[in-house]
């Protein structure tokens, strides 16, 4: 029954306890209805700024090895999600690119490479993950290299231990997957020609290693030819 409060002016209807509780109850049951998708809305959201501004630096990196007639390099950087946490899980959790240039340092001597970085490191954002399983990410299963910076530790990634897999395109269109460093100094560069092991993909961090058994219905994957270097996408939505 609906409950009447004096005032100045006369007579002013307010509600009863029970209806404020029932109006309460029914605010509770909608937010718990439409929560769980607005989660999963902003997730999906996140996840695709995150695929798209990967897949803009795939063609940066390809156009400016063009441009320039110089390799350019993109490392995948993977290190600890809490560095405070020694024995805690590694994913690939940032990226950069560097140009390669490689020159002798004096007349008759051996070559030697040298990374000059192009912008700046790029993070992904938190909870999104670039998959280090060997059937979702096959690019990112070459040789590991210590992450360095002029020889000394943390390199570019900023953190202490990061370790990082690359690919490096070249000025005619087409890309290697960086593998081991010889003697001398230089990248093996072993040219990738089957296709179907040439994508990566990025998911939503579940908590525990992303494989192909448990790998979330959302999520983004980015194939790259490796005659053209040209990207593709994948994207089966959630």
Known sequence: MRN???????????????????????????????????????????????????????????????????????????????????????????????????AALTSGSTLTETFIPMGTLSRLPDSITLVADSDLSPLLNGNSQQDTKNGSTPGYSGVSGATYNAIRFMPDGSYRVAGTISSSGLTTIPFAQDITLCHVTLASDAGSAITAKNLPPNFYTIQIDPFTGKARTYRPGF
């Not at 306890?17 to 929560?35: P, S």
């Open 4 to 102: 009447y409060l004096p005032n100045r002016l006369g007579w002013k209807a307010a509600f009863s306890l029970i209806e404020m509780l029932v109006v309460v109850a029914i605010i509770v049951m909608i937010m718990a209805v439409a929560t769980p998708a607005l989660m999963r809305t902003l997730q999906s959201s996140k996840l695709s700024g995150a695929g798209d501004a990967l897949l803009g630096a795939i063609s940066q990196a390809q156009q400016f090895a063009f441009t320039q007639n110089s390799p350019v390099e993109i490392r995948f950087f993977k290190f600890n999600t809490d560095i405070d946490l020694p024995g805690a899980r590694q994913d690939f959790r940032a990226y950069q690119m560097f140009k390669v240039t490689t």
